[in-house]
């Protein structure tokens, strides 16, 4: 039998959930964007947010970031309650986690290793520390011959691992990815999904996914990270019973969860929309 491959992230309790949305709202001037959102991320799970474009799905995950502020409800991360912080401490509280944005949204101007050292170099760890941590960050998306390149000298795919080699040079106990596979072709989405199957399962990384690709949510439910083979397999079934990859979904629609759950019970689910959704 294999172990199961999730691990436990130090900083987390077991049982208690990293991520709590409890009855979260929130609108702009052109009217209610999300309501009465309330779902938990248990510690090394990542939790698929699935939903058309403009759904809000980035409007949640800057949610869960401290980005930005709801209207109602709690937003519980690693025990803090971000609706009760300052300013000062949410921005405290933003270095502890990583965040991949959309587009990667790397800086033109700064060579990758400055790129990836962002965050280093904000709280000031001193020079002779930031390079080895920089070429690991860079090792594990496997682009460490990028240290010295620009940007604009990187293929869309790349850049994406920079992102996220620049997301994770801190070692944050949570990531959160939008739309982390957008605009490439399948494959260089497959070596991305890779990785954060990697982080997943080799480190206890707790994760939100923005996608609207159905391919990326199933990647990350029906595969996991074996560490022993060092490659992604599916997940297996065995005298205990199907072993599950620590991945669930919340399907958003007209602004509410319109779905959540594991990957069999939205396959098999016989409502419509997401039968459409699904094909
Ligand atoms: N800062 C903002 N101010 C005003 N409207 C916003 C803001 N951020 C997002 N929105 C609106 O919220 C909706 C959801 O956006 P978004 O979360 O980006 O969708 P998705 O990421 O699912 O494509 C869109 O209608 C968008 O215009
Ligand atoms: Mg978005």
Excluded: C
């Excluded at 709202?25 to 698929?48: C, M, N, Q, W, Y």
């Excluded at 850049?159 to 490439?184: K, N």
């Excluded at 490659?231 to 958003?252: K, M, Q």
Aim: net charge negative; proline share 5%; aromatic share 8%.
């Amino acid at each position: 039998m294999r172990e199961p491959v999730a691990r436990q992230n130090s900083e987390t309790t077991p049982g208690e959930p990293l991520i709590r949305f409890e009855n979260v709202s929130i609108g702009f001037h052109e009217g209610e964007i999300l309501r009465d959102i309330s779902f938990e991320v248990a510690p090394g799970e990542t939790k698929v947010i699935l939903g058309e474009s403009g759904s809000g799905k980035t409007v949640l995950l800057k949610l869960g970031a401290g980005l930005l502020r709801p209207d109602a409800g709690r937003v519980i991360v690693m025990g803090h309650d971000l609706t009760e912080m300052n300013e000062v401490e949410l921005l405290d509280f933003r270095r502890r986690i990583g965040f991949v944005f959309q587009e990667g949204a790397l800086f033109d101007s700064l060579d990758v290793a400055d790129n990836v050292s962002f965050r280093l170099r904000e709280e000031a760890v001193s020079l002779e520390e930031t390079e080895p941590r920089v070429r690991e960050a860079l090792r594990f998306v496997e682009m460490e011959e990028a240290y010295d390149k620009f940007p604009a000298e990187l293929s869309g795919g790349m850049r994406r691992r920079v992102s996220i080699a620049r997301a994770i040079v801190d070692q944050p106990p949570i990531v959160y990815y939008d739309s982390p596979t957008a605009g490439l072709d399948p494959v260089t989405s497959q070596t991305i999904i890779t990785l954060i199957l990697r982080l997943r399962d080799l480190n206890g990384v707790t994760s939100l996914l923005a996608t609207h690709r159905l391919q990326d949510a199933f990647g990350l439910a029906n595969f996991v990270f074996e560490p022993k083979e060092r490659r992604v397999v599916p997940v297996w079934e065995d005298e205990d019973g199907l072993h599950f990859a620590p991945t669930n979904f919340v399907v958003l629609r007209n602004g509410e969860i319109y779905f959540q759950g594991a990957t069999t019970e939205l396959l098999k689910s016989p409502d419509s929309y997401l039968q459409e959704f699904l094909e």
